[in-house]
């Protein structure tokens, strides 16, 4: 099957508009993070520092992950001790947000998502994330690890997670099979 996904940054402020009801919908609506809003959009607080990378469906974004370089890092406040935590991991990039429409859940979009993910970070030593509890087996499954407990916020509960980029290298043959399959 061919892929029916493009994936790219966003560079659009039709892009950045979609990311931003994609974000309202996961985060607000499913997950219960944040207060829905009347607007249906939710920026994200790292924003301005934000890179923002895209799996499109006919020109329609359908998963995102949102991403920076520049500390400080969110998934320090879910850190008892952050820099015992965190020293020793290298140079960091860290995933702010991760989201995929339902319907596009198949695998390919977080394959892709990865795969740019991975391109992007390859000058980096570690990413870090907030994993969401309730799928933290999808996060070890793409070789996260825990770094403490889960933390709440809102309605949904947030594990500080590492990966570190060399860990990364056997699992891009994976996603790259994913995608194409």
């Known amino acids: ?29 499913e997950l219960g993070q944040y207060p829905t809003e009347p607007s249906g959009v939710l920026v994200d607080r790292f924003h301005e520092k934000n890179t ?6 006919e020109e329609q974004v359908v998963g995102m992950i949102a991403l920076h370089d520049q500390p400080p890092f969110s ?11 965190l020293a020793g991991l290298g140079r960091l990039m860290e995933v702010r947000m991760l989201a995929v429409e339902p319907a596009h859940r198949n695998g390919r979009v977080m394959a892709g998502l990865m795969l ?5 970070a390859r000058a980096y030593d570690t990413i870090v994330i ?10 070890h499954e793409l070789g996260f690890q825990d770094l403490g407990p889960a933390v709440k916020s809102g309605a949904a509960s947030y594990i500080p997670m590492a ?10 043959a994976r996603w790259k099979a994913r995608l194409d399959g």
Do not use: W
């Open 75 to 85: 998934v320090a406040g879910r850190l008892t001790h952050p820099h015992a935590a």
């Open 52 to 57: 923002y990378l895209v799996a499109l469906h």
């Open 116 to 120: 740019q993910l991975y391109e992007l």
């Open 1 to 29: 099957m061919k892929n029916r996904y493009r994936f790219k940054k966003a560079t659009t402020e039709e892009e950045l508009a979609q990311i931003f009801r994609l974000n309202h919908s996961v985060f607000a609506g």
């Open 130 to 139: 907030s994993g969401h509890a309730d799928r933290v087996s999808i996060y």
């Open 163 to 172: 990966v570190r980029l060399a860990d990364l290298v056997e699992r891009q």
